[in-house]
């Protein structure tokens, strides 16, 4: 897949654009100034793959308290920053490696400029958010309702501000709940500007983030990405890397695959996909894994993967490249699959 080519800067240890890969993001739900519960949830989210984490920042304990975060976890951090301009101050003060900011609602030219003055000496990269939701009132009017149109306007507008000020280390970000809109305003603001690009669909869930997000990075257009979710981040993170492996933007990892189940199964299919998901979660292979319902089709549907399982009643089949090699119990068919992917050798 060819990448939409855009500018390069470093936020903290990663390089974000310039063709790199995409880089997976998600957001703190715990009180950034709750110092350990913050840390813990980063590094629960750093050991699942996570490679940047936005923080909320509402006041001044907030801002404050990233200088501790920063020295217990190791991905970048970004601090998510409105209405009120010195937080941004204080968060730059602390070590944050990213900041994020709507323009419009921190308020006078010199507040924005004060933001950008330090940002530039610090070389911190500013994220411009722009969300549908909350699109200016004449831009609405201008367009006739929410558009795609008025969501990339704004945006740059936005961009234009900060860039009048001397500085240009900027990533995009243009959101809604709309998935074509999002789709189609990530395609028009792609022609006009090779600012990094952050997509994500506003709380759109899972299967409205793999279309609207599938549309978009298929294009190659996105340089981060976040998926939204109404629920534990983490599960943000295992979102993500299925999106990305599936179009083929991110290797590494066991690829899980189900049957659909049918009259046929015997046996609890989606319990067991559920265990051997959890199971391979801290096996470094980049392989595809089969789970099937039955012993009659799990063989030939299983011919795709390079290992698989198929369950019967009280039996199970270990299959590779659709050949079956082993029968065993129901009840030692989780840990076979394991014993093999840990002894793997293609």
Avoid at 271 to 295: S, T
Wanted: charged content about 25%; hydrophobic content about 40%.
């Amino acid at each position: 897949m060819k990448r939409e080519q855009t500018r390069a800067f470093q936020v903290g240890n990663l390089t974000l654009g310039g063709n790199n890969h995409v880089i997976i993001q998600s957001m703190t739900n715990t009180k950034t100034k709750n110092v350990e519960a913050t840390v813990k949830q980063i590094q629960e989210l750093e050991d699942a793959g996570c490679e940047m984490v936005r923080m909320a920042v509402f006041d001044k304990e907030d801002a404050y308290a990233i200088a501790d975060i920063k020295k217990q976890v190791h991905i970048p951090l970004v601090a998510d920053i409105h209405f009120d301009y010195r937080l941004a101050l204080i968060a730059i003060e602390s070590g944050i490696d990213k900041i994020r900011i709507n323009p419009g609602n921190i308020g006078s030219t010199d507040r924005i400029q004060a933001v950008v003055d330090v940002a530039k000496e610090r070389n911190i990269p500013i994220r411009v958010g722009v969300n549908s939701g909350s699109l200016e009132k004449e831009l609405v009017e201008k367009y006739h309702g929410v558009t795609a149109e008025g969501l990339v306007e704004s945006a740059l507008d936005k961009v234009r501000i900060i860039e009048e000020m001397g500085y240009d280390n900027l990533v995009i970000s243009i959101k809604s709940s709309d998935v074509m809109m999002c789709a189609k305003a990530h395609e028009l603001i792609a022609e006009k500007t090779d600012h990094p690009l952050h997509v994500g669909i506003t709380e759109a869930g899972t299967i409205k983030s793999a279309v609207g997000l599938g549309i978009i990075l298929s294009q190659g257009i996105g340089d981060t990405i976040r998926v939204s979710l109404t629920g534990a981040p983490l599960e943000e993170i295992k979102s993500a890397k299925r999106i990305l492996k599936t179009l083929g933007l991110r290797k590494g990892g066991v690829e899980v695959v189900s049957c659909p189940t049918c009259g046929r199964t015997r046996i609890d299919l989606i319990g067991l996909a559920n265990k051997v998901e959890a199971m391979v979660q801290d096996i470094p292979l980049d392989i595809k894994v089969a789970v099937m319902g039955c012993v009659v089709n799990g063989p030939g549907e299983a011919k795709e993967a390079d290992i698989g399982i198929a369950g019967g009643v009280g039996v199970g089949l270990l299959i590779k490249k659709g050949e079956i090699v082993k029968k065993v119990p129901e009840d030692q068919l989780l840990d076979t699959l394991r014993e093999e992917l840990l002894h793997w050798e293609g």
